[in-house]
């Protein structure tokens, strides 16, 4: 369990900060910027979690608990023998993504055209943490150009996207109430 008895150590200060290791890095890091952008897709979908109800609020509460352990996984590099195993993401929360983007696609419209991010204000916030979240999976891959990291890292975070895409057609009326894209229209 943790234990935060202070919020501020002092310890970055001087720009680096700590990895789940013990390893300082500059907070600049391609690590920093991919766990950091972990974080920022949480706290979009925390925004679009107060606009959501029932099973779309409760998995959303769980994919933030995932996103936790995704930035716990990319905040500590592979190593071996570690004295104590780091947590690391696993295929089974993975398919939990695959299980829910399968269910809430088997009522949705089929799509004849691109969406604009909008809709509802809860498909809306959907569509702008999508968007973090394909940010968050861009640094991955070049973090993952680097340096060792868990693939089944990458493996959520593009499927996260896929799911927020989704959520945002099912909030937008199962895709009744999505605004489409029209080529061209405004020239």
Same mark, same amino acid.
């Given at each position: 369990?943790?234990? *935060?008895?202070?919020? +501020?150590?002092?310890?970055?200060?001087?720009?680096?900060?700590?990895?789940?290791?013990?390893?300082?890095?500059?907070?600049?890091?391609?690590?920093?910027?991919?766990?950091?952008?972990?974080?920022?897709?949480?706290?979009?979908i !925390?925004?679009?979690?107060?606009?959501a109800e029932?099973? *779309?609020q409760?998995? *959303?509460?769980?994919?933030?608990?995932?996103?936790?352990?995704?930035g716990?996984?990319?905040?500590?590099?592979?190593?071996?023998?570690?004295? +104590?195993?780091?947590? $690391?993401?696993?295929?089974?929360?993975?398919?939990?993504?695959?299980?829910?983007?399968?269910?809430?696609?088997?009522?949705?419209?089929?799509? $004849?055209?691109?969406? *604009?991010?909008?809709?509802?204000p809860?498909?809306?916030?959907l569509h702008?943490?999508r968007?973090?979240?394909?940010?968050?999976?861009?640094?991955?891959?070049?973090?993952?150009?680097?340096?060792?990291?868990?693939?089944?890292?990458?493996? +959520?975070?593009? $499927?996260?996207?896929?799911?927020?895409?989704?959520?945002?057609r099912?909030? %937008?009326?199962? !895709?009744?109430?999505?605004?489409?894209?029209?080529?061209?229209? %405004?020239?």
């Amino acid at each position: 369990m943790v234990k *935060l008895n202070r919020i +501020y150590t002092r310890t970055g200060d001087k720009g680096d900060t700590g990895l789940g290791d013990g390893s300082r890095v500059a907070k600049h890091d391609r690590r920093v910027e991919a766990f950091g952008t972990v974080d920022e897709t949480n706290a979009t979908i !925390g925004l679009a979690q107060l606009h959501a109800e029932g099973e *779309l609020q409760q998995m *959303l509460a769980t994919v933030q608990n995932d996103l936790f352990d995704v930035g716990a996984d990319l905040c500590t590099p592979e190593q071996e023998d570690p004295t +104590y195993p780091p947590l $690391r993401v696993t295929a089974t929360q993975v398919e939990f993504l695959e299980r829910q983007i399968d269910a809430m696609n088997a009522d949705l419209a089929s799509l $004849r055209s691109f969406i *604009l991010p909008g809709g509802t204000p809860l498909a809306a916030h959907l569509h702008l943490a999508r968007t973090v979240a394909r940010r968050a999976e861009r640094l991955v891959t070049l973090l993952m150009i680097e340096q060792p990291v868990n693939p089944e890292v990458l493996r +959520y975070m593009n $499927r996260l996207s896929d799911l927020l895409f989704v959520a945002a057609r099912k909030a %937008n009326d199962n !895709g009744a109430g999505d605004v489409l894209w029209v080529p061209g229209a %405004n020239r």
